[in-house]
């Protein structure tokens, strides 16, 4: 049964109002009722689109019902109601090829489902994108030409102008006029252009589009020659806004009546370059090393987190306090709150990286996920922590079970390594691999049969497969350069401070006040950032941790009920819970007066530690009085 897409597009208003949408309506449901007899048929129609690219909604659309085998004809009034790209089109039309579509255009006439017509398809787009890339240069000059003249080329109009119908360039609008000199007398008492933000939205003085102001929004109207009747156009490219050379640039000055005299422009912008060299050889100059800098990302706004020094405590020491990027800038009214200090952060990464790796010396295949949880939070700095998220304990037994030498996994290849803990590589190869295989189809297509592919066309696809496999080799390469290996179950003790690694494994609370007196701030730091990616902080409580290998370690946190109910008890236990467990493990059983001998601890404190172990049904209750004892629960 035949059905066939109907697609319309037409580019501007003027088009629009001439009525060239019923136009093309009516004649493609005429051609295809009684040239094609197709009376089953669906219109898509974008109004007021481009054909400079496929990015438009009705066309998407039909594009994924055509995947869907749904169509049997795409018919269209002119070709360039598609595409004016031969890129575009070809890939379009090896869509409709791939899912049994043909491609009709009826006033061109060209219908797909003959070889000639096929053929003079595609001649006449080779012709069809010269003589868009020819319009485009006659623009080009043109737009060049008259901004060398002073005239207005369109875009935005800065703040402080309007445009009007009567004129050929934007006239002063007062009131927005009085903000700007506002702005450039109030820089040159603040001296801060975060400051001058500020005290512009506690004004409730909106920007030109009604947002807020922030440093950058403030520092590009101190730096626009715009206001002192400067006019400049061919600065930046298009996409990516990006500066050009300043020999493309076209600049006409008094060309417009300023708002803001040269004096104080070039005062203002004085002032702005200094405060840059000064920011710039002040942070060159800055002794201080912040430990967790580059490495905090926000759990609210997602942000990155600021580094500086908090309040020194009585006896000197001055940690660092590192704070949201949003509420740094403070441009919102409701922005951001969180903050973290090294009084936070330092006990609690570097006492869950010697868990970590006293994990990694003890864990066997026969560990549940509960012992490996109990051993990573082993400790005082982590009683208000109710768990580590599931998936993240799967992640991490996974990890390193491949790393035994149990039978289990001794015949864990590679690349099933591969595929579990590096899936970004894995992933980047096997898009290699598709387009490898591609490639190769292509030639043989073009090679083998002479009747499917020009040698043009063949040309235009190899290469835009050529570029996407070097795109994905730069890919895996960078990866293989710069990742650690991430199925080495060793990175820990091979992280290159060796002797951070021991300090670590040494103790069992580690005090980072005694570390920071022995060992210097950039040797942790270095080593930090040689373990960890990234830290996620939210409500000032580390909320994540992503190490080097690419696992992550979610935390979730005890309410504050449970946050106050026996701190001493749930101490012993924290404390404690590592060496009882193993214990237990190897002897099947245990007595009060075992764990009061095996930590050396009071009977009180022991038999606090037994009913935690009971409460958790890590242990079951036998015999009375004396001869009690307490056997481990097999899971």
């Known amino acids: 049964m035949k059905k066939a897409a109907l697609y319309i597009r037409v580019s501007t208003t003027y088009q629009i109002d001439k009525d060239s949408l019923p136009l093309q309506r009516e004649k493609l449901i005429n051609y295809c009722q009684y040239a094609l007899d197709i009376n089953d048929y669906v219109i898509f129609e974008d109004a007021g689109y481009s054909a400079k690219n496929t990015d438009r909604p009705a066309f998407q659309d039909m594009i994924t019902r055509i995947k869907q085998k749904e169509f049997s004809q795409l018919i269209v009034w002119k070709i360039d109601r598609i595409s004016r790209n031969l890129i575009d089109f070809c890939n379009m039309y090896e869509e409709l090829k791939k899912y049994n579509c043909e491609f009709i255009s009826i006033n061109d006439k060209f219908d797909t489902s003959t070889a000639t017509g096929e053929a003079m398809l595609k001649l006449v787009l080779v012709f069809a994108e010269l003589e868009r890339n020819l319009d485009s240069e006659r623009v080009t000059f043109v737009m060049l030409n008259r901004a060398e003249k002073g005239l207005w080329n369109g875009g935005s109009v800065p703040l402080g102008y309007k445009y009007t119908d009567k004129g050929n360039f934007p006239v002063i609008e007062p009131n927005e006029a009085n903000t700007i000199k506002y702005i450039y007398s109030l820089y040159l008492e603040l001296n801060s252009t975060l400051k001058v933000a500020s005290k512009l939205n506690d004004k409730k003085i909106k920007t030109k589009r009604g947002g807020k102001w922030t440093g950058k929004t403030v520092n590009d109207i101190l730096r626009n020659p715009f206001y002192i009747g400067t006019y400049r156009y ?100 409701e922005s951001c709150n969180n903050f973290v200090s090294d009084i936070t952060l330092l006990p609690f990464i570097l006492n869950y990286i010697s868990n970590f790796i006293n994990l990694q010396n003890r864990i066997t295949s026969k560990h549940s996920l509960r012992d490996i949880e109990r051993i990573l939070l082993r400790g005082k700095f982590f009683i208000d922590v109710e768990c580590i998220d599931r998936k993240s304990l799967e992640e991490t037994f996974l990890y390193f079970s491949l790393g035994f030498d149990d039978s289990n996994y001794t015949n864990t290849s590679s690349s099933i390594k591969q595929n579990i803990l590096n899936p970004e590589l894995n992933n980047l190869k096997k898009e290699k691999q598709k387009y490898e295989t591609a490639l190769k189809r292509l030639e043989d297509l073009y090679l083998y049969d002479e009747h499917e592919m020009s040698t043009k066309d063949y040309f235009f696809k190899k ?75 939210y409500d000032k409580k580390v909320s994540s941790i992503t190490f080097k290998n690419g696992i992550t370690h979610k935390f979730i946190y005890k309410t504050k009920s449970k946050q106050i109910a026996k701190p001493k008890e749930k101490f012993l236990y924290r404390s404690f819970e590592n060496d009882v467990i193993e214990y237990l493990k190897e002897n099947k059983s245990i007595s009060r007066k075992e764990i009061e001998g095996l930590v050396n601890i009071s009977r009180f404190g022991a038999a606090s530690i037994l009913e935690d172990l009971l409460a958790n049904n890590i242990v079951e209750k036998k015999g009375n009085s004396v001869a009690t004892r307490y056997f481990y629960i097999e899971k």
């Not at 990866?479 to 650690?484: A, D, E």
């Not at 820990?492 to 060796?498: C, E, P, T, V």
């Not at 951070?500 to 570390?515: A, F, G």
């Open 463 to 537: 290469r835009d497969i050529t570029s996407n496999l070097d795109e994905i080799n730069q890919k895996i390469a960078s990866l293989n350069n710069t990742t650690p290996s991430s199925y080495d179950v060793n990175f820990l003790k091979n992280a290159s401070h060796f002797l951070m690694s021991n300090k670590l494994i040494e103790k069992r609370d580690i005090d980072y006040r005694h570390l920071l007196n022995i060992i210097d701030k950039e040797t942790i730091r270095d080593f930090i950032n040689t373990v960890i990616d990234q830290i996620t902080i």
């Open 234 to 333: 061919n600065v930046k490219t298009s996409g990516t806004r990006r500066w050009k050379d300043k020999d493309e640039w076209v600049v006409v000055e008094n060309n417009h009546e300023g708002i803001i005299d040269s004096e104080l422009f070039n005062k203002v912008n004085s002032m702005l370059t200094q405060n840059y060299r000064w920011n710039n050889n002040s942070q060159r100059l800055k002794i201080h090393t912040h430990i967790f800098s580059q490495i905090l990302t926000c759990g609210k706004c997602g942000s990155s987190f600021i580094a500086g020094l908090d309040t020194a405590r009585s006896d000197g020491y001055r940690p660092s306090r590192y704070t949201c990027y949003s509420n740094k800038q403070q441009i919102n009214y």
